[in-house]
């Protein structure tokens, strides 16, 4: 028996390789399948099952391309309804792979047809679940991305209770959890860095688990702070649902190489979205009007999500050179499938055709500092997430979460200089580019984000609950 996890950083995400004498078990695949059919191949096995969790919100899975390729059969749990040929296997039902079994357990709570999967080894023991989004390594899947006006989120966390207490927690503590997502996924709060764990320990160390737990404190816990979820994942799911158009037809659209002149005619006449995946302190120097700036070595493919809210977006490509595909093969991880071409030979080319460059100032948080002494009234914005913002900031900054930029837009003004900054500077320039194509010409990047101004004299301070302050 082989157990391998492929794990993708950038999406935070597990998908699970399972062979055994010859036949394979494909857990939550990505929308690239060569490397599953490769594996396959290199231990001469036949891929039997494509198993899907659940209909996944955060990424496009690799389910449907997989079973033409390899003549898999998708297998979804109780409750899921498909467009395309799937088996809905029963609440216990058992699959065999080689020399191992498959057991489906429906485990509802995070969506109604969530699904975890238990592998026996070849000895009959119980060896590994893998837990989809029900259950993470420190956390629990959250429970409204399902939620509709005949459940509401506050149902779906009871329901996910029902599960990890009736049938994931009775397992035995040396048994594996595998879950589908880490640290960084939108699909929970509080995950840990971990991308697997013994039952036991999590008993142990996740708060969701803890046996004295009873189902309104649950429920209470599991639904506080939840932020809206990224606009995207709605049409992730209809996709994961649907089907959709193959990757390599994606590929081949999206790796068009055009040259400045064909490119600058694609922007105009076709409304495409110039989206720019170099890094930051690049697209500072030198960058096409109006282009948005997401690099491609950060947390790349959420925020292509959360900030351009049309799925359907054609998008034009300027990247590192040798990174075309690359790119194009994140994008359409998250759906965004309609890449129509990459600007040939990069800025180098747009420059020696004579064509129009623009920047964006960036200084050290040192030079920010020295800016702030001598005028402590200058406008300072704080792209950081809400909660990074109230654990500290600069004593006089605007939040302005980079999430909800759009919805800040009139209260930042166009004649003033702004300081720009998140926590190390990749969201600032991301906010920067988009003030920029509004019409913001008056912005200065902070390089280093709040890590760096830590270091210096600028003036902090923190939220303070009003409940911990003392009459």
């Known amino acids: 028996m082989k157990v391998e996890q492929i794990y993708t950083g950038c999406l935070a995400q597990g998908a699970y390789y399972i062979e055994s004498n010859g036949e394979a078990a494909i857990i939550d695949p990505l929308r690239e399948v060569r490397p599953y059919l490769e594996k396959a191949e290199k231990d001469n096995a036949h891929i039997k099952y494509v198993l899907e969790t659940h209909f996944h919100a955060d990424f496009v899975s690799g389910h449907v391309d997989l079973a033409k390729a390899s003549g898999a059969t998708i297998v979804f749990g109780p409750n899921a ?115 697997s764990d013994t039952l036991g320990n999590q008993k142990k160390t996740n708060y969701a688990l803890r046996a004295d737990m009873t189902k309104d404190e649950f429920i209470k816990e599991v639904t506080d702070g939840l932020t809206p979820p990224p606009s995207y994942f709605p049409l992730n799911v209809k996709m994961n649902k649907e089907g959709y158009d193959n990757i390599e037809s994606v590929l081949e659209q ?152 759009n919805e800040y837009l009139a209260e930042l003004p166009k004649e003033e200089t702004m300081f720009l900054h998140c926590a190390g500077g990749y969201r600032s320039m991301i906010a920067a580019s988009i003030l920029k194509a509004r019409g913001f010409e008056n912005l200065v990047n902070v390089e280093g984000g709040f890590k760096a101004i830590a270091a210096t004299s600028v003036p902090k301070t923190a939220f303070v609950c009003p409940s911990t302050l003392k009459s």
Not at 85 to 90: E, G, N, P, S, T
Not at 106 to 115: D, V
Not at 178 to 187: I, M, T
């Open 254 to 405: 999206g790796l068009q190489a055009l040259s400045p002149e064909a490119f600058e005619a694609a922007a105009n006449e076709k409304g495409a979205l110039v989206l720019d995946t170099r890094s930051p302190e690049t697209f500072a120097a030198g960058f096409i009007p109006n282009s948005i700036n997401i690099g491609i070595d950060g947390n790349f493919a959420p925020w292509v999500g959360t900030l351009i809210p049309d799925i359907k977006q054609q998008i034009l490509l300027v990247t590192d050179e040798g990174r075309e595909e690359e790119v194009v093969t994140r994008l359409a991880r998250v759906g965004y499938d309609y890449t129509i071409g990459y600007l040939n030979g990069g800025l180098d080319a747009w420059k020696a055709g004579g064509k129009e460059v623009d920047t964006i100032t960036s200084i050290s948080a040192e030079a920010f500092a020295n800016h702030f002494e001598q005028d402590n009234a200058i406008k300072v914005v704080d792209v950081r997430k809400p909660g990074e913002f109230q654990a500290e900031h600069v004593e006089t900054a605007q939040s302005a979460p980079l999430d909800y930029l």
């Open 81 to 195: 309804k498909t467009t395309y040929d799937a088996y809905i296997a029963k609440d216990g039902e058992e699959l065999k792979v080689g020399d191992v079994r498959i057991k489906v357990l429906h485990t509802p709570g995070h969506t109604m047809e969530s699904t975890t999967y238990l592998l026996i080894d070849e000895d009959g023991k119980d060896y590994a679940l893998f837990s989809g989004d029900t259950l993470f390594i420190g956390d629990v899947g959250r429970p409204d991305l399902a939620a509709k006006s005949d459940l509401t989120q506050e149902q779906l966390a009871g329901h996910l209770y029902d599960s990890l207490r009736n049938k994931i927690m009775t397992f035995a503590e040396d048994v594996i959890i595998f879950p589908a997502h880490g640290a960084g996924s939108a699909c929970g709060k509080n995950m840990s860095k971990e991308t």
